[in-house]
């Protein structure tokens, strides 16, 4: 109820997104795996499944998130989430377009196979959307992740560690 803003959420201070070390202590405890899944693959808060894979389940759009905790540090998937823009995979870093009616979109584009002349993006809230490539007048890589800033500003402190914990 709280995520859909049905209920106010908790008053609670919070660390600038800079701030990586106090993140750190603030979110050192383990949180509740079960609440995190649900958070993890709620409509609402973070969001995570639109883009981001867990177990089979979710957006194929960021990497596959299902064995992180063996692949990271608990330290980096805290600045992952807090400074998307920080460190971004080659194999995610989103294009900046303008087509020729000077529409701009920024998008990541999809691995489609074959080329019919449209290419395939997906933008930062999950939507799908094709461009025609001869539509587009300007090309060009994005030093900012597709993965939106603020993220820790839509969930309380407790459900980023269940996050974390899941």
């Not at 008053?11 to 509740?32: F, H, N, S």
């Not at 701009?104 to 002349?117: C, I, M, N, S, W």
């Not at 030093?143 to 993220?151: E, F, K, N, V, Y």
Request: some cysteine; hydrophobic content about 35%.
């Amino acid at each position: 109820l709280r995520l859909s803003q049905r209920l106010p959420a908790p008053e609670e201070q919070r660390p600038p997104a800079t701030d990586l070390a106090a993140w750190e202590k603030l979110l050192d405890q383990p949180g509740d795996a079960d609440s995190g899944r649900r958070l993890f693959f709620s409509s609402v808060g973070a969001r995570c499944c639109l883009c981001h894979q867990h177990s089979g389940r979710g957006g194929s759009v960021g990497p596959d998130l299902t064995h992180i905790a063996g692949s990271s540090t608990r330290a980096r998937i805290i600045a992952s989430i807090l400074q998307p823009s920080q460190e971004i995979a080659p194999s995610y870093r989103p294009w900046l377009l303008v087509t020729d009616d000077g529409k701009a979109h920024t998008g990541l584009r999809l691995p489609e196979p074959g080329d019919d002349g449209v290419e395939d993006y997906v933008n930062s809230t999950g939507e799908r959307f094709s461009l025609p490539s001869e539509s587009i007048e300007l090309r060009e890589v994005s030093t900012a992740s597709i993965m939106p800033d603020g993220l820790e500003t839509t969930v309380s402190i407790a459900d980023l560690r269940d996050l974390l914990t899941f």
